[in-house]
Structures are given as structure tokens and as C-alpha cells.
């Protein structure tokens, strides 16, 4: 059944100014329109903008404990509604329903996670260097936030940003991925059933390139949080910090998987196939690079490709389906043309490497698993993030070889060791130049109660998620008060 979605707007859900609209179309089946939904207008933005700033002394000074109490509230009814959630993420975005499920999942815990810290946004107190006189700091909310985010994760990713913004104060103009818009939704109502003042969270419909780019240059926003590509990341970044804004992004990877001669091999297959093709490779922690040593190469390849070519291409809502679509026309066309640099480039495919139109798949975007060996490190697909379902196999002579390999791109997200030798680890875990490492487990799979990011292009501005270092310091400042009860001048350095 199509939905309608509309702009959320001071507590009101509302077409855009225009009256335009557009479409949401299942990945799967795309005779199916998910949703109609509002286009917005520089005057929609415009409009949440004033909304958000509208509400946000009342927010600012409303009990940090209060905030999270309505958080919490929203992981209870996120809980009730989380097969629904999970089914519309699966027609709206492709992934199977397992994995629309730990999506919606990963947003309950962060509801939780987040309530709990609105108990516990410290700070400090410190001695002071005179007498008569105290010293503290504590976290105050940055203002009102915009916050851009992806279609792969619709729900997980919105949830890792609202919730901390929120939490700490802030109000919101949440931007959605243009493919997700009806999750993106279902998000903000459920926010707005456990509480939510008006004003204090609106959402806005558009594409990244009139809507996103917008918000990000508007001067209402004091702050923006984006996940996506590395290429549209940085032109925010360059957008905020031409206007003092604070600014993170979240941005790609090519991630990669080591396999030392000693590794458990039925291991590292299945976590190898995990993370290549779950969610049909279109994370930005898919393991799209697996280093194997030469030892165990022919070997492992042999294995990882029969494994790969058993997998089920279909809807995610057909329980057998291993493998979705992935999200457009314009993504399909890129993991093609990505597969057909691989070829030109010399590196050997070794399964899959065509779209599939047959079998449950005549109506989507669907690629078969593909698995490209022979790939030496400076190839393309070696380098360059797919963002789709095909895996670049290298060989290494050693583990100083194997961690060259991982860290010779321009990413830094997550890499992993399969390895049964712990002083193996050990250097893996010190050298590998990436924000996440895994050890004997894939790329993907990180939980909220930890931070979130990655190094070199990966990565810009404060982490994700929860932890020390995490999203709280994106979306707080600190405050320092020094109060002095001498009743005289008292001069810091100077009396002594
Ligand atoms: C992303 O792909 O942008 O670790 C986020 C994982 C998930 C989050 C992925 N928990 O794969």
C-alpha cells in the first residue's frame, strides 16, 4: 500500500510549500511506489529551520533525565512496532528482513542507550589554583542540528544521531536519504507518539543536492552531522567550516579482511561472505577486500567462491533470500561499470559479474555476488569503494605484507585479522590504520555502546555512537564556570 509522507514542521506534518512531490520505489519490485513524498523547497527548510530554533530554549532547559525519559519511550514503542518497521525497511530499501530487523534493532538500543545518558551528561569539578573560588565544566547542547543521513542504514543511522542530539538538547532538521524517506517517517512519528515537543525534531524531504546542501550552508544550523560518501562529506565539511559550523561526517571505507595461514578457514568463509555480500555489500563496513596469505589463497578462494555462488538473489522478504537488490538504477549502473573496470584492469572474475533478471528478479536491481582474485593493490577496485556486492581478492606473502595492503587506501573505516596466533593479533590490532578492528569476526557488525568512525578519508569530526568519545561529543560543547566567593580580585597566574 503507497503511504503518503510529508515534512514534519513544528510539530505538524506538512506538504512542502510547492505542493511537489516524489517518488519512494521498493529496490525489489520497482512497480512498486512505496511512497509518495513531499518535495521541499528552500522555503521548507527555511520553515523547519525557525521551528527548531523556535523551540529550542524550552528543550535546552528541559531536565536532561525528562529528555531521555521520552527516549526511552521511543525504544518501547520502536519495540512494539519493530516487525513493521523492519518490513517497510525491507520494501523501502531492499536489505533481507533479518537485517531490517537489526536495524531497527540498533536504533531501540541507542534509544536506550541514550535515555539512560540523559542521567549523565557530567562534567567536572576541579580545584582551583586560589582560594576561595571553585571550578567546573559540563556538556551544553550545540543548538539546533542538521542532520543528513544515508539510505542503508534508514533507521540505525538516523537513530545513532537523533538520540544523542536529542538527548543532550538540541534541536533537529533531519534531511533523510531521498530513497528512505517512509522509515525516515515512521522514525519521527514514533518520536513524536513518546513525547516530543513540537519544534524540537523536523523532518525534511528532498534530494542531498537542493535540500542537503541547503540545510548545510543554512545559518540557523549550528551543526552538521552527515553520513554518505566520502565525495558529498567533504563539500559539507567545506560548506561548515566557511560558516564556523561544527561539522562530522561519516563518511566511506574499503574495508578489508586478512586471512593468515593459520586461520579457522570455515571461519573466516563465513564471516568473508557476511561481509561482502550482507546488505548485498552496501555498507560502508563491507568487507569488499579480502587479503588472504598466499598459503591458504587457492584454497580459500576456492571455498569463498562456491560459497558465493550458492547464495539466493531475491526479495528481502522471501525468507530464503540471501542477497536484496541494491538501491537504484543509478547504484546498479555503477557496480556494473565498477565490474567492468575489474576486468580491464586484468584482475580475474571468479564468479558472478552480471545483473540478474531471472528467477523472482525480473523487476529489480538486482547483482550477482561477484568475486574478482588476481587483484593487485593498486587497481581500482582495490582502492575505490563499490558500495554493491563484489569482493577484490589479494594475496599476501606475510602478515607485514598483508597489513601493508589494508592500509595502503585512502580509507580507514574497519579491517579484520583471521588469525589463530595471538601475537599475530597483537600487531594487527596495533598497525591496522583503521577506527574499528576486528579480530577472527568481519567487518561489520559494530555496536552502539562503543564509538564509530574511521581514519584518513574515512572520517571527519567527532565519532558515532556511544562510548567515551562518541556522539555526545559531536553534539555538546563544554562549558567552564569559575566561580569566586573571595570577594576580592583574585588574578589567575599572577596571585601566587
Ligand atoms: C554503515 O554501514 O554505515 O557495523 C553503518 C555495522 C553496522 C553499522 C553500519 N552496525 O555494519
Known amino acids: 500500500m503507497k503511504k503518503t509522507v510529508q515534512n514534519f514542521i513544528g510539530g505538524e506534518w506538512t506538504a512542502s510549500a510547492t505542493g511537489e512531490t516524489f517518488e519512494s520505489i521498493n529496490?525489489?519490485?520497482?512497480?512498486?511506489?512505496?511512497?509518495?513524498?513531499s518535495k521541499s523547497s528552500r522555503t521548507d527548510v527555511d520553515n523547519a529551520v525557525n521551528a527548531a530554533r523556535g523551540a529550542y530554549r524550552m528543550w535546552r532547559l528541559t531536565p536532561a533525565p525528562k529528555r531521555g525519559e521520552i527516549l526511552y519511550k521511543a525504544g518501547e514503542i520502536l519495540t512494539k512496532r519493530k516487525r513493521e518497521l523492519g518490513e517497510l525497511l525491507t520494501r523501502e530499501m531492499g536489505k533481507v528482513l533479518a537485517e531490517a530487523l537489526g536495524d531497527v534493532q540498533e536504533a531501540?538500543?541507542?534509544?536506550?542507550?541514550?535515555?539512560?545518558?540523559?542521567?549523565?551528561l557530567s562534567g567536572e569539578t576541579i580545584p582551583s589554583e586560589l582560594p576561595d573560588k571553585d571550578c567546573k565544566s559540563?556538556?551544553?547542547?550545540?543548538?539546533?542540528?542538521?542532520?543528513i543521513t544515508p539510505w542503508n542504514f534508514p533507521v540505525a543511522i538516523p537513530a545513532w544521531k537523533l538520540m544523542p542530539a536529542l538527548v543532550?538538547?538540541?534541536?533537529?532538521?533531519?534531511?533523510?536519504?531521498?530513497?528512505?524517506?517512509?522509515?525516515?517517517?515512521?522514525?519521527?512519528?514514533?518520536?513524536?507518539?513518546?513525547?516530543?515537543?513540537?519544534?524540537?525534531?523536523?523532518?525534511?524531504?528532498?534530494?542531498?543536492e537542493?535540500?542537503?546542501?541547503?540545510?548545510?550552508?543554512?545559518?540557523?544550523?549550528?551543526?552538521?552531522?552527515f553520513t554518505g560518501s566520502t565525495a558529498v562529506g567533504l563539500g559539507i565539511a567545506k560548506t561548515c567550516a566557511e560558516r564556523g559550523k561544527r561539522v562530522s561526517c561519516e563518511m566511506g571505507g574499503k574495508n578489508a579482511i586478512i586471512i593468515m595461514e593459520d586461520a579457522d578457514l570455515s571461519l573466516a568463509l563465513e564471516g568473508a561472505v557476511w561481509g561482502g555480500f550482507g546488505t548485498s555489500g552496501q555498507r560502508c563496513t563491507s568487507s569488499s577486500r579480502l587479503v588472504v596469505h598466499r598459503a591458504v589463497h587457492d584454497k580459500f578462494l576456492d571455498m569463498f567462491a562456491a560459497a558465493a555462488g550458492r547464495l539466493r538473489l531475491g526479495s528481502g522478504l522471501k525468507p530464503e533470500t540471501d542477497v536484496g537488490p541494491v538501491i537504484n538504477k543509478a547504484q546498479m549502473e555503477k557496480v556494473l561499470k565498477y565490474i567492468g573496470t575489474g576486468k580491464e584492469e586484468g584482475a580475474k572474475l571468479v564468479t558472478g559479474g552480471n545483473a540478474c533478471?531471472?528467477?523472482?528478479?525480473?523487476?529489480?536491481?538486482?547483482?550477482?555476488?561477484?568475486?574478482?582474485?588476481?587483484?593487485?593493490?593498486e587497481m581500482r577496485i582495490a582502492q575505490e569503494e563499490i558500495f554493491g556486492?563484489?569482493?577484490?581478492?589479494?594475496?599476501?606473502?606475510?602478515?607485514?605484507?598483508?597489513?601493508?595492503?589494508?592500509?595502503?587506501?585512502a580509507y580507514g573505516l574497519v579491517s579484520s585479522i583471521y588469525t589463530?596466533?595471538?601475537?599475530?593479533?597483537?600487531?594487527?590490532?596495533?598497525?591496522?590504520?583503521?577506527?574499528?578492528?576486528?579480530?577472527?569476526?568481519?567487518?561489520?557488525?559494530?555496536?552502539?555502546?562503543?564509538?564509530?568512525?574511521?581514519?584518513?578519508?574515512?572520517?571527519?569530526g567527532h565519532e558515532e555512537a556511544g562510548g567515551r568519545g562518541g556522539s555526545l561529543d559531536m553534539f555538546t560543547k563544554w562549558k567552564v564556570v569559575y566561580r569566586d566567593f573571595s570577594g576580592r580580585l583574585q588574578k589567575a597566574q599572577i596571585d601566587r
Open 108 to 120: 531501540i538500543d541507542m534509544a536506550y542507550y541514550m535515555a539512560g545518558e540523559g542521567r549523565r
Open 168 to 208: 543532550s538538547g538540541n534541536t533537529v532538521v533531519f534531511k533523510p536519504s531521498s530513497h528512505t524517506p517512509a522509515c525516515a517517517a515512521m522514525l519521527v512519528e514514533i518520536l513524536r507518539e513518546a513525547g516530543l515537543p513540537a519544534g524540537v525534531l523536523n523532518l525534511i524531504n528532498g534530494s542531498g
Open 210 to 225: 537542493e535540500t542537503g546542501d541547503y540545510l548545510a550552508s543554512h545559518y540557523g544550523i549550528d551543526g552538521i552531522s
Open 389 to 409: 556486492p563484489v569482493v577484490s581478492v589479494l594475496r599476501a606473502e606475510d602478515l607485514d605484507d598483508a597489513i601493508g595492503i589494508v592500509n595502503g587506501t
Open 138 to 147: 559540563g556538556r551544553v547542547p550545540i543548538g539546533v542540528c542538521g542532520l
Open 420 to 460: 589463530r596466533d595471538v601475537n599475530k593479533s597483537a600487531v594487527a590490532e596495533r598497525e591496522l590504520d583503521t577506527g574499528i578492528v576486528y579480530i577472527n569476526s568481519s567487518t561489520i557488525g559494530a555496536e552502539i555502546q562503543l564509538p564509530f568512525g574511521g581514519t584518513k578519508r574515512s572520517g571527519f
Open 357 to 377: 533478471r531471472e528467477g523472482g528478479c525480473e523487476k529489480g536491481y538486482f547483482i550477482e555476488p561477484t568475486i574478482f582474485s588476481g587483484v593487485t593493490p
Open 27 to 37: 529496490p525489489a519490485d520497482t512497480s512498486e511506489v512505496v511512497a509518495a513524498v
